[in-house]
């Protein structure tokens, strides 16, 4: 079957077209890819998929119906069936195929015009030996007494293989939670992860909770300090104010990655300090639930019959009930992150937690949860904090209002962008400021949450790689955002303003390596 002939998969907002293709065979291939567009295009290396075997010579027999997809582009969530499951399968490939392109960003696949490779082909062999020599070099620099920095960033910035546990070792050092220096890195990781575990033992608790098998006493309901006190240094006080907070997160993790289920399975190494039944401690998961009143409406009919119901049964208020509740001693990927983000806003109460911050830790923790080490996945959380941590106290700025119209600000972040299209492309830029397209109607979400809802998550992963590795990875993302732009000018220079805002803010080219060819090619001419 020829890729050719399946066009451009259109995509809404996180639900984009999948291939629901075999697995088991993979063969790094080049040409053009029928996931991702028609002939001509290239393929982003060792894609794992049926559709890259070279067709008999012999006219092939008419393909099967394909099933038919919702047209909703940007009316609304394009319905899939079986689509969390194929997204698991795509996440499976896509990350390799990302990893394994050249050293060049845009390059990779080579072979010209839609010409594929079959398994003996030379082409094929080359493209493999290429993707071991990049898993090599980075090998070679990360096993140095002393890691040399230029050299990992230049290696990361094309892109890290996922092979190895390479990805999630990288992202450690150039975010700064490990240093250069590996002798010292057991005993730094040790250090931080007990730190951790000690923010967990001094606020996932809940004040009032005794434990009658330890023979502990409610000392912590007194005359002085009682659920009704509202002094503000009450442990009861602050314990409800953070209820606040925790309902927020809540709401937003339970559906961080919609597309895929990873974040609603449970995880292999839950954290025992708080599912363990001798300890004063609770889950934040029961904690939303004691917190979360089910109302119901009382009526009395003429007969002086009561009749309780409860109206709101499909309403935000019963949503704990929508997802499947884990066995006892179980929790899923994303009470991990819900924890993660609730300590954060706790150690942090000028900033606490603003909505999208979900959307940062997500790929961090899905990236350390996936490692193929048990040693490292085990604590992929306490690495997760800090790491978020490190990222955070370089982008929170954006997340803090008052600094808006700052030159730290994401206002000004924004402007820049508009500016250094200016430069770039004056007639493009001329033609948004003629129909008033303002940066703030889509640049905010890009900027502050690091493209991770403009494309699915494999592609997010790549797109970090780069970010992470430039030395002003944030102006790098400048740059990113300047070249989303241009690579649709044509599209913006015809359309009008309606049109223009639906291509912005869902944006149409999924080819993430294409993007940050041009975003390099903008940042060399500088």
Known sequence: MEAGAQ??????????SLLGHPTDLKLPALGSWAGRGGAGEPVPGGVTCALLLRPPPRPPPPPPPRRQRAAGRRGGTRTRRGGAERARLRLSFRSEAFAERPASLGGGGGGGGGSRGSGGDPEVNTMSSLHKSRIADFQDVLKEPT????????????GIPCEGGLRCLCWKILLNYLPLERASWTAILAKQRELYAQFLREMIIQPGIAKAN??????????EDHPLNPNPDSRWNTYFKDNEVLLQIDKDVRRLCPDISFFQRATEYPCLLILDPQNEFETLRKRVEQTTLKSQTVARNRSGVTNMSSPNKNSASSSVSKYEVLPNGCEAHWEVVERILFIYAKLNPGIAYVQGMNEIVGPLYYTFATD???????????????CFTNLMAEIRDNFIKSLDDSQCGITYKMEKVYSTLKDKDVELYLKLQEQNIKPQF?????????LSQEFLLPDVIRIWDSLFADDNRFDFLLLVCCAMLILIREQLLEGDFTVNMRLLQDYPITDVCQILQKAKELQDSQ
């Open 442 to 450: 889509f640049a905010f979400r890009w900027l502050t949450l690091l």
């Open 7 to 16: 066009g451009r998969a259109r995509k809404s907002p996180r639900a984009h």
């Open 147 to 158: 890691i040399a920095l230029e050299k990992l960033r230049e290696l990361s910035f094309s």
């Open 372 to 386: 193929p080490s048990s040693e490292w996945k085990e604590h992929a959380e306490a690495d997760t904090f800090f």
């Open 214 to 223: 330890m023979g502990v006493s409610r000392e912590d309901v007194t005359f």
